[in-house]
Every structure is written in structure tokens, then in C-alpha cells.
């Protein structure tokens, strides 16, 4: 999860890309390759369950005393006879029943401990909130088991008491998370205006804020179940557990104790135990990736990869597409960019195209502004020039040339490029900056990856470059930490790190959208000399059509991916010619206004 | 933070009581019938009478807590009422194998998690896919589980090396080694599953950062981003992660003692429960409490101190 | 008379609820080893299962106590019978009409402290007995005599009958001031070992060193003993396979692995009847089985041979009286007047007027081998009827509810004595703690008189009429015989005697 109050056109970008089409959670559920599974097999063990007296060959307590140590597979009893003569596979039958009440149990208690705590405590915060965490905290101090073992003492085995105490032992982590949702949930404007509108806090709390927390709750759940039977068969190995009953721990105690005269006996409440809680498990992450699918990012493999690269080939080749205007090509053009198709994975294993063919040019000393709403594709532009797009792009085809050479054919020469002839400043400054390192280190060493050299050196260039971008106490700020800079100082510090390297373009990705208004001006016009001082040519994303009118020379506007147009910045705020420019440069003007 | 620290002091000693004082009240109650048991069949109305007040045990709750607490202040456990050895002495032999035990996996846990979550989230792919895949295993088949299963192939199947029984390293260190590298694998399975996978959540989170976006823009190597950076912000999470799997080992010791049949402090708690001998069943307790404060706080203070922002304040 | 031994909720082996008692002539004996005996040898190593509870002598196990056997001598010893044969006391003799046991101590004994044996260290030893420990109740009101340093005399304020040996051989021997000190952390005594504290580690292994100087020296051929503590059964198979260890009780599922292992040989102790008792005989508690017929009934539904095959996997031997071969209560060829037979016992049932059977709480522990043999015992009582309802005994009232006489009804794997006498008090007289409802019966009371004074021959003549009445009168329902397996490496250790009276394992004195 990226830190940073906005979102970035970037990640509008990718998650557009990937969102996936609105159905059922059951159907999906069922699609997902891990969900039929696991569900057929907890749906079983439950009619088991039910079903028992009819299901199971032998009573519970019915024991034939040829059949003690039977082995599997022996007449009439399939998985074998235990040491008192009874049937393994009806027992491990009969078993199940105190498996899914145990389940149930806890279930029920950890829930609605759990979750009505962390709804209030996260609503109401204050003392409730602080008073409830000190219980949670002891809660998930207490060494579980031997709270268990003690309460034997007190109630001898008694499976339903310890699983409700189980449950009261794992209701802290329901806590924490409702409680996380819940406090998220309460600064939306939503819940504000629910207030206003006059409802009361528990249809608030019952209506919208239980409506965030389900997903993870449910997922949750299954996972607590899944410990519930592990707990459950626990505490009945080591003893604890009621004798008389049969549940599927204490079929597994006494196959253990026999395991000499009968070793099979212990793999069938083994395997009983182990893939429930296997499908729980799964059945778990299944539902995570169902509920929660933006979470998840899809990384095509690489043999896919090629085959849809191949596919989109040949599909180009049938039907030509209607591409973006082509340009004339020039000599002191630094950056050429031709027929780039970028794509990403949907959600039933194709892809999803996001940029349709683009060209486009850059000339040395020129700064070139890449307009375009959010998720036009203009940023993946600017980061597949530098080779930094998220693992998930798949590039379909087209080329990228620097100087003439193509970055995207030979991955050493993009690896060359990055950092030392095409430079990069990103959007928000803040969560650009390592937070664990100071500005110092991280700044050397991006300029010693672009230019070894000895440390003083690149120390001393440094503070000389960071005077220029305008910090006044370099020597001071290279010791300091990126949370002890303002946003301002930590932007210029990054143009500082793009320039260092003495790069041939600089790719700046909406630079000043996240700054104050009076800092935007000051680091424009930064960016304005340094270009002119050093003869940078100058790719600048941006929504904004103040910026281009500010310091642009040239300008594209992106719609859907593709390119509409590209004009000098005169002529294209006198003169639009694409529809589409022309509302663009209605709206904003109107907009501006407002904002004024 | 001086302040800070002492609030979590207060904090935890707070825990300490709430904690051993619900234990110890759980087990209150059964005086006469303690003490019936200690003296053996046939002992006599007035032998049990007078050994019930020899031991203390027909005071009230509070004052009773209130003993084993100021003896503890001391650092006097009280003694068994069963054997009348004193319970420091009894956990002096004890505590060391379930210790040994639990860090011997912790270390090894951290280790292979680190490595193999860093693996999973760097190179993605079918390194990815088997280490969730084992992930789901581990973490589904309980531990106790996974030790029968050990027993049943090392004891049974392929009669190797004493599978089970405990020797202690000063009588043989090679022979401890043996005796628990079974009941370590056991552990360890599990341990690494999750943490591994916590593990791999925190890298794969810090590759998604912008900051690791702009420092390979920087063209700094990938390899340097990975060991350095990520690394040391994946810190915090993973030492969480950790210090949650020294939690679940020592619950899980319990049961890897009873299958393995080890001699630590989790099968003492265990037999000691099942006779209400309390004073041995809160020595554990108290055992138990101080390591998941102590370790709770060690955690946090390392995580602090990674933390620039709280060592700047 | 030995004390109860404490049951615990102990693993596999499981702790058994014995009386005090002797081994029979049937015990599967063990041959002397092809290995000389005699000669000294290096190290014995046995293992136990439970750990003891430290070097208090009110508190020692009954059961695997070679530690205590190691380190304290006593006035007497009993045999497997249960008869005092010499250890500290050279010479004794029972006088007073069964109520006075006077000894006289060896002369020149020390203990290892350096202090003489004497008359006083035995009386302090006999009144810290009366004092402490569940067994005190033994000593009550005991008068000592001490005439001079080597001459004692205890007397009883009731005639003791046969249990006289037991009680006079119970205490262990040490110096006064070993007991008052009171810190019992490393024990003071007479015994043919010493402990050597520095080689012991609680809970995990205790070392001994040969004492030269004891008076038996000579029997004890092992210059060191060792004593491992391995709580867990496979641990303890696999140790005397690999050598670690040289002999060990094994719980009854590995008896046939241990026996197919070379060099190694298994003497199965019968010391324990697997059976019901059926206390109620009055019908206070549950009318039913206040009726002849039902009890009788009782007995007709279980299949003991079967038992003994498939739930002891032929390591048990069915029987119809719960007293051991070869003690005086035995008899001889009799016949089970209570054969396998469903169909009789129901019209039984029904002339009793018990058709539809009647309900019945049978109490289970753990480490009693419940799992075993509940489900069939529960599923035989079901074909009259009678629906058994387990209640699972926990925690530390386990045993004082299990012999509270809550439930009058209790299945137990319980031990029979060498001395039958004494098990005959303990399980069918008021005062007896098996007797758990305590009920007086004039047949068996008015013999149990007769034999506290009788001569041996006459009690014994008493003692099989008791158990025909018992049998005649279905007092029990007794399944099979069967009892400890005790496994050694037989290349090494030889075990020709036998003297538990528990018939439970070989005493410490028993290795060669």
C-alpha cells in the first residue's frame, strides 16, 4: 500500500487495468481453482457430521473384539481396528460430530466477542477503546494451553467449556482487525454525513461500517476455524480430552499410545484432522482473493507473456488500428518513442490494452509536456521509458529509442540508460525517500550507481547541487531524515538526484501536483533553469494545464491511450484541433476559476 | 521515550498480574482435596485438616495470591505440594530443554524465513507458488501432528536413531543433538511456514513502495535495493512476525514434549495441572508470562530503534 | 505394610493401584544368564518410568523405588510372600499375640554420615513414620522399647495378624537428624549404594556408588547404579536396544516388539487381576446389585479368553478368583462356576426381576487402560441391559472419589498380593479401602478375627474359605490375570529371584 494522501495516475492506471467485472462472491468462489475443492470436502465432513448414525458401519462404542489391531482393509472394517476392538473409520465418523460442535463453539464465542468490541472500541474510541486493548493485550499473553490445562483442573474434560474459553483467547484478533476497519471507516464522509443526516450510531455501525469489515471477518473466520480443530484434537492427545466421546484427538491418543502394534491406526485421525484444517486454510486464502481480488497483483509467467505478446502481434497485423499521429523524425530528437503498446492482466488471464500505439518525440533542450486525464497512460509512458513499470505490464510491442538505440530490445541498455542518461523525479516526494536511511546516503549512493566514484567526491558535488536546487543548509540536510524535511525540501532534493547523474532527459512525473501552491511555482521554475543551464530535454506528465502553459515548449495530450494531439504550446492554447483538446481546455479554464 | 519505556513497564507488570492471578484462581478451591491427595489413601480426617493448613491452603483467594506473589518478590516459588522440592529448582531443570528447544527453532526460523521470503517475493514464479504451497501445509497440519508422523517414520518405519526421550547436554552434547533434532523439525515446519510467508508479505509490500520505484529509476542495482533497503524496512514487520512465532512455540513445546517425551517445563505444567499442584503450575505460568513480556518488549524495542522517527524525537 | 503408592496421571506405563503382595512361582521366571554372577561388575542401568518425588521417606513410591532400596536399608525385608527376611536386623521375632515385633540390629553398622545404626535412629524412624505420610494411620499409637543400642521392640496397641511383617519392614533407616533437618536433598542412610550427587540430575538421572562397607555387599554386584527417568514408552524400547540402558518396564503394546529383539527377554509379572467390583453386596446404593442373581449375571457376559487374546494380545491369562497362584487364598483347580454365556445370564437377569437392566456410572482414568477395555465391557453389561455410564475421575480428588465409595461399582486392572491375607483386608473387610462401601459381612468378618491370631495353616484354610465364599457369592467379577512386563538385556543382566510382594517388578536386590 503506497503512503501519500492521492492516489498517483499510476496506480489509477493499473488498477482500471485490472478491475475485475462485478458477480457473485459464490460463483467466483466456485471458479476460483482451490474454492470447489475445499468447500465439497468441509460440506462433507459436516453431512458426515449430520448424517452420522447413518453413515457411520459400527456404533460408537461397538467393539468386536476380533477386529483389535485390525490392519486397513480387513473384512468390514476399512480403515482398520484400535486396540479396544472398535471400528477406526466409525469412529473417526462419530468423531466428527464433537469436531463441528467444538468448531461451532468457538466460532460463535470468538466472534461475537471479538467483532462487537472491535465495533465499539473502534467507534467510540476514548477509554473504551483503551481499556478494551489492555484486555486484548493480556488476552494474547496468556499462555493459551496452559490456561487450558489449568481449567482441566477445574472442570475435568469438558471439550465445550475449553473451546468457549479457546474462543475467548482468539477474540482478540477479531478485535484488532474490526477495529482497524473500524477506525478507517469512521473518517470516511460517509459516516459523517450519516451523522449529520441524523441516524443513530448503531445503524451507522450496523449499516455501513459492519458492511466494510465482513470481508476480512469472514476470511478470519476461517481461519480461526481451522485452529479450533487443531486445538480441539490438541488438548484430547494430550489427555485432556473426555474419553468416552470420540472425538477425532482422542482416536489419535490411543493410536499413538498403540502405535507399536498398530501404526496405521494413527494416519486416518491424522489425515482426518490435517486436511480439514487444510481446506480451511485454503478455502481461506481463496476467499481472500475473491473479496479482496485488488490485493492480489497478477504477474503473468514469462512463457504466457510471450505468447500474448506474440498473439497481439499477429492480431496487429490482420487489422491495422488507427494509431496516433506520426511525426517527423530530426537529428537532435534524444528520445524517440514508436508504436508502444503496453497491457495488463485481467482477470480471466488475458490482458487488458492501456496504451494503443504511441509515438512520440523528444528534442534536446525541449521540455515536453504529456497531457491527459487520469488513466489516459500517460505515466506508463513515462515509466516505460525508464524500465520501471509494475511487474504485471506486459509490453506488446513497439520501441523506444535513445539516441537511436532501442532500450526495450537489449535490457542492458536499458539498465545502462536508467539513472545515468534518463533521470527520473516522481510525484509525491515523501514516500520517494527510504525512511529508514538519511538523505545523505540515499542521494551518494544514487549518484555513485550513475557515476562511481569516491565518496567525498560525490559528497562535495552534492552539497554544490543541492545549493543550486535552492536548500541552504546542505551539509545540515544530508545528516537528517526524510520525515525531518518538508515536502518542498524533500522534492528538490529529489530533482537534486535526478540531475546529479548529469542525465540527457529527465522524465518528471507530475512534480508539482502533490507541493503547496507557492512551492509548485518555485520548483517549476527550478526545473526551468536547470533545463536550460544543462540542455536537458524534459518529458513532464501532467494534468494540470497550468504547468504546460507555464514551462512547456511542446505538447501531446493523451485520451484512452492513445495520442490526439501534439502541437507547440502557442499553438495549441490558441488553436486546438482534436474535440477533445477543446474540452480539455474548456473545463480547465472553468475549473481554475473555481479554485480561484 | 524514557517515559514511554516506563509506561510499558507498567504496562506489562500490569499484564503479569491480570494473568497470574486468573490462572491462580482457576485453580483455587480444592483444598481438602489436594491435600487427600498429597498424604496418599488412608490418611485420616485430622491428617488431611492439618495438611491443608500446613500448605496453606485454607486462607482466602486474595491472601493466598498474595503469598505467591510477595514469595515470588523474593524470589522463593514455594515448593510442590506433592514432592516438597522447591518449584525454582524443579523449573531450574526443566525450563532449559523447553528454552533450548524454542530458540533453537526461533533461530533456525529466522533464518530460512528470511531466506526463503525474500526468495518468494524477489524472484516470484514457481519459487513463489512452492513456497506457498508448503506455506498452507505448514501451517494447516499441526505440530503434534507432524511429530507423530516423525515418530511413526523414524521409530517405527525406519528404526533409526532413539526417536524419542530426552538427553541432557551435559551428558552428551552429541547426544542432545539427536534427541532433539526430531522434536526441533517438528516445530520448525510450522514455524517457517508462517513466518516465511509474513516474511515474504512484508518484502513484497516494500517492493510495491514508490521509494524502491525511485531508487531503481536511480539505476542503483537491484541486488544492493533488495539487501539494503527492503531488507531493513521489511525489519520491523518480520520481527513482529518472529516474536508472534516465539508465542506459538511455546504453546507448541507442550505438545512436542508429550509426543517426544522431553523433560521441559510444558509437560510439568501439564501433569502438575491435571494434580492441582499450583504452586508448580504458576511457576510455569510465571515462566511462560515473563519470556512473552520480555520478548514482546525486546520486540518493540527493536523495532523502535529501527524506527528513525522515534529515535529522532 | 507398604503404603499405596500415589497414582498419578501418568503416560503409557500407567501407574497401577496395588496392594502389597508377593510374586508367585508362575511369574514367568527368568533364568540365570549365561554371564557369571557373582563377580563384581561395572554398571547397572535401569530406567523408570515417573520420576520420584525426592528424598523424603514418607513419600517414596511403592512401585520402581530402587532409588530408595539403593540408599536405605531397612529393619526387615519382605519376600515375595510378604515374610520378613533379615536386613538390619539380624534376628526377630513376632511375640504378644501378633502385636509386638522385636529385632535386634546388626552390630557395627554405620551410616554414611559416619553415625552408628542404633536402637534410637530406628525409633525416630518409626515415629517420623507414625507422623507423616498417608501411611501413618500404620503406626498409630505404637509403643518403642529400646533396652539398649541394639535392641528394639515395637508394639501395636491391636493384634496385627499377618500384616505385622509388612509394617515392621515398611521404614527406611536413617539418622535422627537426617529427619529433622527436614531438607531431604540428599539422603542419609545404610544402603549398599550411595548417591553421588554430583553425577544426578533431578528428573532426568540418578548415580549411584557401590558402598563396600554394607553388610550385603556382596549381593549387590554392580559397582554403579544408574537410574535413568524416560517417561515414554518408545524412548525406553528404543534405549535397551541401543544399549542405553540394560532394563525397563515396557507398557503391554511393545511387549511383542521387545521380545522379537535379540539378547533381550521379558519376565511378564502377574500381579494384577483384571476385574469388577461389586461392592454393593447390601443393595444400599444400587438395589440391583444388592441381588445374587444379578451379580452373578454380571459375571456370565464376559469372554474372558477372548479378552486375554485380542485386549492383552495373549499376555493375560483368564481366571474365576481374583487371588494369585500359589497364595494361601488360592485354590486350586477350581472351576469358573460363572462360564461365558449371554443367554443364562439374561434369564438371570429376568428371575431377578432386572430385565430392563438398570443404569450404572463406572469411573475411568487415565493411564488405567479405560481405552481398552471400556467400549467391551460396556458393550457386554449393554446385552443385559445394564447401561453404563463412564465418568472420567480428574484431578486431584481422582483418587479419593474413586474410593469414596461414590461409586460402588469399578472396574480396575487391581493388584493381588503375596501375602493374600492382606489383600483380603483391603478389599473385603470394613476397614479395607477396596471394601469401598464398607459393608460388614458376618461370614467373612467373623474369619478375618480368627486369622489375625490364627497359626499359618489354620489361616491359610481360613483364607480359601473366604475366597470360595467371595466366589460363591460374586463379591467380584474377575476377567484375567495379567500384570507388568519387565524387559532386560539378558546378555548382561541376569534376574534369578524375585522378591516384590507386588509382584510388580524385580527388586533392586533381585539383579545379578
Not at chain 3, 515395637?154 to 536413617?174: F, H, L, R, S
Request: overall charge neutral; proline content about 6%; some cysteine.
Amino acid at each position: 500500500m503506497t503512503a501519500g494522501p492521492e492516489r498517483t495516475a499510476l496506480e489509477d492506471e493499473v488498477s482500471l487495468a485490472k478491475e475485475p467485472p462485478r458477480r457473485s462472491v459464490t460463483r467466483l468462489l466456485l471458479r476460483h481453482p482451490l474454492g470447489a475443492p475445499c468447500l465439497v470436502l468441509l460440506l462433507m465432513v459436516v453431512l458426515v457430521a449430520v448424517f452420522a448414525p447413518w453413515v457411520a458401519p459400527w456404533g460408537p462404542q461397538e467393539t468386536d473384539l476380533a477386529a483389535t489391531n485390525a490392519p486397513p482393509l480387513t473384512p468390514g472394517h476399512l480403515l482398520g481396528g484400535d486396540s479396544a476392538g472398535l471400528d477406526i473409520l466409525s469412529r473417526l465418523i462419530w468423531g466428527s460430530r464433537q469436531t463441528v460442535v467444538a468448531v461451532l463453539i468457538v466460532v460463535i464465542v470468538s466472534v461475537a466477542i471479538g467483532v462487537t468490541t472491535g465495533l465499539a472500541a473502534g467507534f467510540y474510541r476514548g477509554r473504551l477503546d483503551g481499556a478494551v486493548g489492555f484486555v486484548s493485550d493480556v488476552i494474547m499473553s496468556l499462555p493459551g494451553i496452559v490456561l487450558l490445562i489449568a481449567l482441566y483442573a477445574l472442570t475435568g474434560p469438558n471439550i465445550p467449556v475449553a473451546m468457549a474459553v479457546f474462543g475467548v483467547i482468539v477474540a482478540p484478533t477479531y478485535y484488532r482487525l474490526v477495529r482497524a476497519i473500524v477506525l478507517g471507516v469512521r473518517n470516511e464522509l460517509y459516516v459523517d454525513a450519516a451523522r449529520v443526516v441524523g441516524l443513530s450510531d448503531f445503524r451507522i455501525v450496523g449499516r455501513h461500517v459492519l458492511w466494510a469489515v465482513r470481508a476480512p471477518v469472514i476470511i478470519q473466520t476461517s481461519f480461526v476455524m481451522a485452529a479450533g480443530i487443531g486445538i480441539e484434537a490438541g488438548i484430547s492427545f494430550l489427555g485432556l480430552g473426555d474419553p468416552a466421546s470420540a472425538s477425532w484427538g482422542i482416536v489419535l491418543q490411543n493410536s499413538f499410545n498403540g502405535i507399536y502394534n498398530n501404526p496405521w491406526g494413527v494416519v486416518w485421525p491424522a489425515l482426518a484432522v490435517s486436511l480439514t484444517i487444510l481446506a480451511l486454510i485454503l478455502l481461506g486464502n481463496a476467499l481472500s482473493d475473491v473479496l479482496q481480488s485488488s490485493a492480489r497483483s497478477k504477474v503473468l509467467p514469462k512463457r504466457r507473456r510471450r505468447e500474448i505478446v506474440a498473439a497481439s502481434a499477429r492480431q496487429r497485423e490482420e487489422q491495422p488500428v488507427n494509431d496516433s499521429i506520426l511525426v517527423g523524425s530530426s537529428d537532435d530528437v534524444i528520445l524517440s518513442v514508436r508504436g508502444l503498446r503496453i497491457a495488463y492482466p485481467d482477470a480471466q488471464g488475458g490482458v487488458n490494452e492501456v496504451v494503443h500505439g504511441v509515438d512520440l518525440d523528444v528534442r534536446r533542450g525541449e521540455i515536453h509536456g504529456l497531457v491527459g486525464e487520469s488513466g489516459s497512460g500517460k505515466s506508463q509512458i513515462a515509466f516505460s521509458t525508464l524500465g520501471i513499470l509494475p511487474r504485471e505490464a506486459v509490453i506488446l510491442g513497439g520501441s523506444i529509442l535513445l539516441d537511436g538505440e532501442d532500450l526495450l530490445a537489449d535490457e542492458a541498455r536499458m539498465r545502462a540508460a536508467r539513472g545515468r542518461r534518463i533521470a527520473y523525479i516522481p510525484q509525491e516526494p515523501m514516500s520517494n525517500l527510504d525512511p529508514s536511511f538519511t538523505i545523505g546516503s540515499q542521494l551518494s549512493r544514487g549518484l555513485r550507481a550513475a557515476r562511481p566514484m569516491p565518496k567525498k567526491d560525490a559528497k562535495k558535488l552534492l552539497v554544490d547541487l543541492l545549493v543550486r536546487v535552492g536548500i541552504t543548509d546542505p551539509e545540515r540536510v544530508l545528516r537528517l531524515y526524510p520525515h525531518e524535511i518538508s515536502g518542498g525540501m524533500a522534492q528538490r532534493v529529489l530533482i537534486c538526484g535526478a540531475v546529479a547523474s548529469d542525465p540527457d532527459i529527465i522524465i518528471a512525473d507530475e512534480p508539482t501536483t502533490a507541493l503547496d501552491v507557492t512551492v509548485q511555482a518555485e520548483v517549476l521554475e527550478l526545473l526551468r533553469e536547470l533545463d536550460h543551464e544543462r540542455g536537458l530535454a524534459m518529458i513532464l506528465v501532467t494534468h494540470n494545464l497550468g504547468v504546460v502553459a507555464d514551462i512547456c515548449d511542446v505538447v501531446s495530450v493523451m485520451k484512452d491511450g492513445n495520442i490526439v494531439e501534439r502541437a507547440d504550446v502557442d499553438s495549441l492554447f490558441a488553436a486546438p484541433n482534436q474535440p477533445y483538446t477543446q474540452q480539455l481546455l474548456a473545463s480547465s479554464r472553468t475549473v481554475e476559476l473555481m479554485e480561484v | 521515550m524514557a517515559f514511554s519505556l516506563a509506561k510499558r513497564l507498567v504496562r506489562s507488570l500490569a499484564v503479569f498480574i491480570v494473568v497470574t492471578f486468573a490462572v491462580f484462581s482457576l485453580m483455587y478451591g480444592n483444598g481438602t482435596g489436594i491435600a487427600h491427595a498429597v498424604l496418599g489413601l488412608n490418611a485420616t480426617p485430622e491428617g488431611i485438616q492439618a495438611e491443608v493448613v500446613k500448605l496453606g491452603l485454607d486462607q482466602p483467594l486474595l491472601v493466598q495470591y498474595w503469598q505467591w506473589l510477595s514469595g515470588v518478590a523474593h524470589g522463593d516459588l514455594g515448593n510442590s505440594f506433592y514432592t516438597s522440592e522447591s518449584v525454582s529448582s524443579a523449573l531450574s531443570n526443566r525450563v532449559p530443554v523447553t528454552l533450548a528447544l524454542v530458540f533453537l527453532t526461533l533461530l533456525l526460523t529466522a533464518v530460512l524465513s528470511v531466506i526463503l521470503g525474500v526468495t518468494a517475493a524477489v524472484r516470484g514464479g514457481w519459487m513463489d507458488r512452492v513456497l506457498q504451497f508448503i506455506s498452507v501445509l505448514g501451517t494447516a497440519v499441526p505440530a503434534f501432528i507432524i511429530a507423530i508422523a516423525l515418530v511413526f517414520a523414524f521409530a517405527i518405519h525406519w528404526r533409526v536413531f532413539p526417536a524419542t526421550g530426552y538427553v541432557s547436554p551435559n551428558v552428551s552434547p552429541s547426544g542432545w543433538l539427536a534427541s532433539i533434532s526430531l522434536p526441533v523439525l517438528a516445530l520448525l515446519i510450522g514455524a517457517v511456514a508462517g513466518a516465511a510467508a509474513q516474511f515474504r508479505t512484508a518484502v513484497l509490500d516494500q517492493l510495491g513502495r514508490d521509494y524502491v520505484r525511485t531508487l531503481r529509476a536511480r539505476g542503483i542495482p537491484e541486488r544492493e535495493i533488495i539487501f539494503r533497503n527492503v531488507l531493513r524496512n521489511a525489519a520491523p514487520p518480520g520481527l513482529t512476525a518472529l516474536s508472534l512465532t516465539v508465542f506459538g512455540l511455546l504453546g507448541g513445546a507442550v505438545f512436542i514434549e508429550q509426543v517426544f517425551a522431553l523433560p521441559g517445563m510444558g509437560q510439568m505444567a501439564n501433569m502438575a495441572a491435571q494434580i492441582s499442584d499450583v504452586p508448580l503450575v504458576m511457576g510455569t505460568v510465571l515462566v511462560v508470562v515473563v519470556i512473552v513480556l520480555v520478548v514482546n518488549f525486546a520486540g518493540d524495542l527493536a523495532i523502535t530503534f529501527l524506527n528513525p522517527k522515534a529515535r529522532t524525537r | 505394610m507398604r503404603r499405596i503408592p500415589k497414582a498419578f496421571a501418568v503416560p503409557v506405563t500407567g501407574l497401577v493401584l496395588v496392594l502389597a503382595g508377593c510374586t508367585s512361582q508362575t511369574a514367568a521366571g527368568s533364568s540365570p544368564a549365561a554371564s557369571s554372577s557373582g563377580g563384581e561388575k561395572q554398571q547397572l542401568t535401569l530406567a523408570q518410568t515417573v520420576d520420584f518425588y525426592g528424598w523424603d521417606p514418607s513419600n517414596q513410591p511403592g512401585f520402581q523405588g530402587w532409588a530408595a532400596e539403593a540408599v536405605w536399608d531397612q529393619l526387615c525385608k519382605t519376600d515375595a510372600n510378604g515374610k520378613a527376611q533379615p536386613d538390619l536386623a539380624d534376628k526377630f521375632e513376632v511375640t504378644n499375640g501378633n502385636k509386638t515385633f522385636k529385632a535386634h540390629i546388626r552390630e557395627g553398622q554405620k551410616f554414611s554420615d559416619g553415625t552408628p545404626v542404633d536402637s534410637a535412629a530406628v525409633k525416630a524412624d518409626f515415629d517420623y513414620a507414625s507422623k507423616n505420610g498417608g501411611g501413618q494411620a500404620d503406626y498409630k499409637g505404637i509403643k518403642i522399647e529400646t533396652p539398649d543400642a541394639n535392641n528394639i521392640s515395637i508394639t501395636w496397641p491391636e493384634a496385627q495378624g499377618p500384616v505385622i511383617d509388612n509394617k515392621a519392614c515398611n521404614p527406611k533407616i536413617m539418622p535422627a537428624s537426617y529427619l529433622a533437618a527436614k531438607k531431604f536433598d540428599k539422603p542419609v542412610g545404610s544402603g549398599p549404594y550411595v548417591l553421588d550427587t554430583a553425577a544426578s540430575t533431578t528428573g532426568s538421572v540418578y548415580t549411584f556408588t557401590k558402598n563396600e562397607n554394607h553388610w550385603n555387599a556382596k549381593n549387590y554386584p554392580y559397582k554403579k547404579l544408574v537410574i535413568k527417568v524416560i517417561t515414554s514408552d518408545t524412548a525406553a524400547v528404543s534405549a535397551l536396544k541401543t544399549g542405553q540402558i540394560d532394563a525397563v518396564l515396557v507398557a503391554q503394546p511393545s511387549v511383542a516388539q521387545v521380545e522379537a529383539s535379540p539378547n533381550t527377554k521379558v519376565v511378564k509379572f502377574q500381579g494384577q487381576t483384571t476385574r469388577l467390583l461389586l461392592t454393593d453386596h447390601l443393595g444400599k446404593s444400587i438395589p440391583a446389585i444388592g441381588n445374587l442373581k444379578v451379580r452373578q449375571a454380571i459375571n456370565m457376559v464376559f469372554d474372558k479368553a477372548a479378552m486375554a487374546k485380542s485386549l492383552y494380545q495373549g499376555n493375560a491369562e483368564p481366571t474365576g478368583q481374583v487371588f494369585r497362584k500359589g497364595t494361601d487364598a488360592y485354590i486350586d483347580g477350581l472351576q469358573d462356576p460363572y462360564p461365558f454365556d449371554v443367554a443364562k445370564a439374561k434369564s438371570l437377569m429376568a428371575e431377578a426381576g432386572y430385565s430392563n437392566g438398570f443404569t450404572l456410572n463406572l469411573p475411568t482414568m487415565t493411564g488405567q487402560n479405560f481405552e481398552t477395555l471400556m467400549p467391551y465391557v460396556t458393550q457386554q453389561l449393554a446385552q443385559l441391559n445394564i447401561k453404563v455410564k463412564q465418568v472420567p475421575l480428574t484431578g486431584a480428588n481422582a483418587i479419593g472419589d474413586l474410593l469414596s465409595g461414590k461409586y460402588p461399582v469399578v472396574l480396575w486392572q487391581l493388584g493381588n498380593l503375596g501375602n493374600s491375607a492382606l489383600q483380603i483386608y483391603i478389599e473385603s473387610t470394613p476397614a479395607g479401602w477396596w471394601d469401598l462401601m464398607h459393608q460388614p459381612d458376618q461370614y467373612v468378618d467373623s474369619r478375618w478375627k480368627q486369622i489375625t491370631t490364627a497359626d499359618p495353616q489354620t489361616a491359610a484354610k481360613l483364607q480359601k474359605e473366604i475366597n470360595q465364599y467371595q466366589v460363591d457369592q460374586a463379591w467380584f467379577a474377575p476377567m484375567v490375570y495379567m500384570g507388568t512386563n519387565y524387559a532386560y538385556n539378558s546378555s548382561k543382566v541376569s534376574i534369578p529371584t524375585e522378591s516384590d510382594q507386588e509382584a510388580l517388578t524385580p527388586k533392586l536386590r533381585d539383579f545379578k
